[in-house]
Every structure is written in C-alpha cells, then in structure tokens.
C-alpha cells in the first residue's frame, strides 16, 4: 500500500478502514521514515491507545 509505505507530504493524507487493529498498526509501522501519524476514532482513549504503539517521531490523535 503505497500511501502507507512513504510519508505524505502536502494536503495528501491516507485514511486506512480496517478491521484487525494489529494490521493496521503493522502497516503504519512498516515505513523506513516514520516522520509523524495521526489516530482519529469515535473514542479518544482508543485512539490514543492505538497511537502509543505507531513509531512515529510525531504522533497525534
């Protein structure tokens, strides 16, 4: 998946559905930049949860 693989820079942003947390915190992972990642859900703990196991220097959620 190319938009998760390389750092968007500009007003393009990938927004990922998924259905198994651990796969989606996997393909955020798998990235060789890293620069930053943002957790958006209908519950902020969740997403701050999800947020803390993305290795990201900047993450927000």
Not at 15 to 23: A, R
Not at 24 to 41: D, F, K, P
Not at 45 to 51: A, C, D
């Amino acid at each position: 998946m190319d938009a998760v693989a390389s750092d968007q820079f500009g007003s393009n942003i990938p927004s990922i559905l998924y259905y198994k947390e651990k796969d989606v915190i996997q393909l955020a992972n798998n990235t060789g930049e890293g620069l930053g990642s943002s957790v958006r859900a209908k519950d902020v703990k969740r997403s701050y949860q999800i947020e803390r196991k993305i290795d990201a220097g900047r993450n927000t959620y």
